[in-house]
């Protein structure tokens, strides 16, 4: 965290805030309470905004509002950051299918670990995961709060295609690929909940801020639930962070 918030130009039409350079909760959380505090002032001129682990980029029209009005606009709303309360997280649970076709890399991580299968299933299912930020593909969560007992390096070699949907694990990190492409995870399982549809008019499903808790199902549950998603009959529970 910086003693103060850095304000750098990024071309003639954004702005980059930068709360600081490490990874922390603490310094998202201002991130994010900026983020929301623009959010609702609805400025003159800003076209777009994108939250990231340490900093927010402001994106704005200079034909609309000029620079200097800009920063001292955000200026003022930063002074009173502290004074901002967020909208109560959630947690989203995701049914994940783990092993087998739908998580080639599940053996590796395992052996990598010097764990069993199952350990490793409950190690990544036993925590709730922080949503730092969305980025890389359309609806992508890095996220935060994965044991240490699992972190297993990257693939040598990246795949051409990761399929939509799976879960995989690079160093400390898990998350899920919200559409088919490729990479280089450690693929571990798959689920069968959509990250990001274009056609709806919310089209991420999860945000920063909040949590996700992946849980074990079967082949035929994972089925089940694929189905039930193309019929437009499946819905993720979810639950207010910290109530059990």
């Known amino acids: 965290m ?3 918030t850095r304000y750098l130009l990024a071309g003639d039409r954004a702005i980059v805030l930068e709360f600081g350079n490490e990874i922390s909760k603490e310094v998202n959380l201002l991130v994010r309470k900026l983020y929301y505090s623009i959010s609702k ?3 003159e001129g800003i076209e777009e905004m994108v939250p990231t682990y340490c900093s927010l980029i402001v994106y704005y029209n200079p034909q609309r509002v000029k620079y200097s009005v800009l920063t001292k606009k955000i200026k003022e709303l930063e002074n009173s950051i502290t004074e901002i309360t967020l909208p109560t997280a959630c947690v989203t649970e995701i049914p994940t299918l783990y092993g087998g076709e739908y998580g ?12 069993s299968i199952k350990e490793v299933i409950k190690i990544h299912t036993e925590k709730e995961c922080f949503i730092y930020m969305l980025g890389f593909l359309p609806g992508f969560v890095y996220l935060g709060g994965m044991s240490d007992k699992i972190n297993t390096p990257r693939l040598e070699k990246p795949r051409l295609e990761v399929l939509e949907g799976s879960v995989g694990i690079a160093g400390k990190q898990t998350g899920i690929y919200p559409i088919g492409s490729p990479g280089g995870w450690q693929i571990i399982g798959r689920t069968p909940i959509k990250l990001y549809d274009p056609q709806k ?11 996700i808790k992946f ?5 035929e549950q994972f089925k089940e639930i ?4 193309d019929e437009e009959n499946y819905n993720c529970k979810v639950k207010p962070y910290g109530r059990v």
């Open 226 to 229: 694929e189905k039930k998603i």
């Open 201 to 211: 008019k919310f089209p991420f499903l999860l945000k920063s801020g909040d949590y």
């Open 104 to 115: 080639p890399d599940l053996k590796f991580v395992a052996q990598h670990s010097k764990l």
């Open 41 to 43: 002032k609805n400025i």
């Open 2 to 4: 910086y003693p103060k």
């Open 215 to 219: 849980y074990p199902i079967n082949k």
